[in-house]
């Protein structure tokens, strides 16, 4: 079975978080295309970031509503990056996944691996009593897809792949300050809210509790071993 380390890194810095990821896919990259014993391993990160909004490379700048001045004064960044996707927001209370996996030897392709991460997510929900889905044309879950005015979204998923390794993931809002999502179109979406599993279930979660929910799903849905 498919190997998988995973690490807990807490709360930490987006950008710091970001070249660790970078880290991993490059060792992985290198051990497959240069033959080499490259120390790299397959890898599911965990971790919470403080303030701040991402832009993915086809997203539109306007969809930030405020100015580099007002992100100082909300105590957020704010970074261009390389994934797929718009723009969207990370902080506190937030349980975001970066799996560097190598897609070759899952034997499966971007679209199902994202439709597997999605799954992964809608899986967790359910065990707290959240009926999530998919909504047709938007990547991501979301809740109340019935009615494209109530429907929701409670997790982001954005990724990256070079040479069949993954990078970036997804960003399931457990207990998110719910507020920051006022300050950009979600997504690059006017017309549609965010929520989260506390807002939903109305108390909130023990993120523990979620991450080892969403950590036995990954592995039963991809069918790896995550230690």
């Known amino acids: 079975m498919y190997q998988v380390k995973h690490i807990d890194l807490a709360l930490k810095d987006y950008k710091e978080t970001w070249n660790y990821q970078q880290d991993i896919q490059n060792q992985l990259i290198k051990a497959k295309t240069e033959d080499s014993t490259s120390a790299g391993m397959p890898t599911l990160i965990f971790v919470e970031h403080p ?27 704010y970074y261009k990056i390389d994934r797929g996707g718009d723009i969207t927001y990370h902080g506190p209370g937030q349980l975001v996944g970066y799996p560097v996996f190598d897609l070759d030897i899952l034997g499966i392709g971007i679209k199902i691996y994202v439709e597997k991460l999605e799954e992964s997510i809608i899986q967790t929900l359910l065990e707290f009593g959240i009926h999530a889905s998919r909504l047709g044309g938007a990547t991501g ?87």
Not at 51 to 77: C, D, Q, R
Request: with cysteine; hydrophobic share 35%; charged share 20%.
């Open 51 to 77: 303030h701040v909004y991402t832009l993915g490379k086809s997203g539109k700048e306007n969809n930030l509503l405020i100015n580099p001045g007002f992100l100082a004064t909300i105590g957020a960044s």
């Open 141 to 227: 879950v979301w809740i109340d897809t019935e009615s494209a005015k109530q429907a929701r979204k409670i997790c982001a998923i954005g990724v990256k792949v070079s040479r069949g390794i993954t990078m970036h993931g997804f960003a399931l809002n457990v207990s998110t300050n719910l507020q920051y999502f006022n300050y950009i179109n979600p997504c690059g979406f006017t017309d549609r809210g965010v929520t989260s599993m506390e807002k939903e279930t109305g108390y909130k979660p023990e993120m523990n509790q979620v991450k080892q929910v969403l950590i036995r799903k990954i592995s039963g849905i991809f069918g790896v071993d995550i230690k």
